[in-house]
């Protein structure tokens, strides 16, 4: 299994940043795209952004303009800068890696993240 170790979660205000970070230890594996998602309480797990390893991103609709998804290869680590925050971004995010070999899906522990209004 690869191995996904978030960091950077806390309470911050309306307006405020927070960097997130997700160190993976592949074990072996190849991994392709690496992403930040988010779970809200009563809700479903949602896509926040995504880096493949060539460096094309994709985010949510919410996320544009506000949050930047980054990697580093050499590290194996990806950032999730989130500036302006705002009360519904509260969410615990998990950090994901997807590889060629099986399961194909890893997941981290989550880290929370609440926005104060």
């Known amino acids: 299994q690869v191995q996904l170790v978030e960091s950077g979660g806390g309470l911050v205000q309306a307006g405020g940043s927070l960097r997130l970070s997700c160190a993976a230890s592949?074990?072996?594996?190849?991994?392709?795209?690496m992403g930040w998602y988010h779970q809200a309480p009563g809700k479903e797990r949602e896509l926040v952004a995504s880096?493949?390893?060539?460096?094309?991103?994709n985010s949510a609709d919410s996320a544009k303009g506000r949050f930047t998804i980054s990697r580093d290869n050499a590290k194996n680590t990806v950032y999730l800068q989130m500036n302006n925050l705002k009360p519904e971004d509260t969410a615990v995010y998990y950090c994901?890696?997807?590889?060629?070999?099986?399961?194909?899906?890893?997941w981290g522990q989550g880290t929370q993240v609440t926005v104060s209004s």
């Open positions: 880096i493949t390893s060539n460096g094309n991103t």
């Open positions: 592949r074990n072996g594996f190849s991994i392709n795209t």
């Open positions: 994901n890696a997807k590889t060629l070999q099986f399961p194909y899906n890893h």
